[in-house]
């Protein structure tokens, strides 16, 4: 599908004109839309213990007084909220109801691992999280009811907040735009666009988010992988020292050459890179690692996979972890929840079965069971939970 939203715009145009630039609504992006999820089911997931959730109340002096409740919620946090100004958040819906995951399809011309979660919220009239801004690009689908949008058409770098709240507030917030959003409507907003969605009645928003990691986090991962691959020892030189009159400055030539260092530390890491950034983008949440790891079975050996699949069975993909792939000079690598595995040149062409498929058939199993590269793969990714058989 390269018609973005029945918009005129192919996705490539999408991606170099709006993708991380600017703001973009499209008006009945998915026609005719209906919520394949009520509000009641959105409070029932709220209230599982293993799922991230936030209760937001807007109460006392207007834009100053808000109360956030972490889930699980209870009947009895559900029975004493007033008729209006409250908004409840559900994160990580595809993963808990998998059956949504079709709403994620158009999206996918965007890398897999870029995509974080499908969050949903309800809210009835004038529920609002207040205006903020988020680091991550969102699109937001209006699934039930209407929402009227006020945004900035400008990045905010530097957001001033509210002091003293739970929530990341502006203190200031000046919209340059405003829409009603109704059922089927989606607005995309790049990174750090101030945005204050209020409801106007009963009204549910589904947004996709994306994520991407912090030059900390990259830089740790880059250690850490140096570390196991015994890299990163050439040691701080100043073969270029010069006389100082001071004994213990720390002076600007010392900075410039610890730049040049830590520059070449990364020019020489340069073969780990792809391996580091697939092993970050495929990190699992923290609030999803148990329930990722409910998945785990024990070794299976390829004999076991012939009489399974035999019997006409399948494989299901771990929707709570995450995979991508890539290939060097032939040889491959998968990547899931943040490890790495290596496959020969024979595999390579098996690596999308294994990180984009949803399910794996008897009829794939014919393809994989040619290598046994692959069906090493496989049984690994068994073991880890990446793959499971519907009843275990
Ligand atoms: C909401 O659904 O109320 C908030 C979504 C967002 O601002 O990212
Ligand atoms: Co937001």
């Known amino acids: 599908?390269?018609?973005?939203?029945?918009?005129?715009?192919?996705?490539?145009?999408?991606?170099?004109?709006?993708?991380?630039?600017?703001?973009?609504?499209?008006?009945?992006?998915?026609?005719?839309?209906?919520?394949?999820?009520?509000?009641?089911?959105?409070?029932?997931?709220?209230?599982?213990?293993?799922?991230?959730?936030?209760?937001?109340?807007?109460?006392?002096?207007?834009?100053?007084?808000?109360?956030?409740?972490c889930g699980p919620l209870s009947d009895d946090d559900f029975a004493r909220l007033p008729e209006t100004h409250w908004t409840l958040l559900v994160q990580d819906v595809d993963k808990h109801l998998p059956e949504l995951q079709y709403l994620l399809d158009p999206f996918r011309f965007i890398p897999d691992w870029r995509r974080d979660d499908l969050m949903i919220s309800y809210a009835p009239e004038f529920g609002t999280v207040g205006p903020h801004t988020d680091g991550y690009d969102v699109f937001l689908l209006q699934a039930m009811g209407a929402r009227r949008w006020q945004i900035g058409d400008q990045p905010i770098h530097e957001a001033k907040l509210i002091d003293g709240l739970e929530l990341q507030i502006l203190a200031e917030f000046k919209p340059d735009q405003s829409w009603d959003l109704q059922p089927g409507d989606l607005l995309y907003l790049p990174p750090n666009f101030a945005h204050h969605g209020v409801a106007l009645n009963d009204c549910m928003t589904f947004s996709v988010g994306f994520r991407a990691a912090t030059q900390v986090e990259v830089l740790d991962a880059v250690v850490n992988n140096l570390l196991e691959q015994q890299l990163g020892k050439v040691r701080y030189s100043d073969s270029n020292l010069l006389l100082s009159a001071h004994g213990s400055e720390v002076d600007e030539h010392a900075v410039e050459r610890l730049k040049k260092m830590l520059h070449q530390a990364i020019d020489n890491a340069e073969p780990i890179l792809t391996q580091t950034l697939g092993k970050v983008a495929t990190e699992t949440k923290p609030s999803l690692l148990s329930l990722a790891s409910e998945y785990m079975t024990g070794a299976i050996s390829k004999e076991e996979l012939e009489r399974l699949f035999s019997q006409g069975e399948e494989l299901h993909r771990n929707h709570y972890l995450r995979f991508a792939w890539s290939e060097n000079n032939g040889c491959g690598q998968l990547y899931m929840a943040g490890q790495a595995y290596e496959v020969d040149k024979q595999a390579v062409g098996y690596l999308t079965l294994f990180a984009e498929q949803t399910t794996l058939t008897p009829k794939d199993w014919k393809q994989i069971k040619l290598s046994e590269s692959a069906v090493n793969l496989l049984s690994k990714l068994i073991e880890e939970g990446g793959w499971f058989w519907q009843d275990t």
């Open 1 to 69: 599908m390269s018609n973005f939203f029945n918009t005129g715009l192919t996705q490539q145009q999408f991606l170099d004109e709006f993708w991380q630039k600017k703001p973009l609504l499209i008006r009945q992006a998915f026609a005719d839309f209906e919520t394949p999820i009520s509000p009641e089911e959105l409070a029932g997931l709220a209230c599982e213990p293993e799922i991230e959730s936030r209760l937001i109340e807007e109460r006392g002096q207007e834009g100053k007084a808000w109360q956030v409740s």
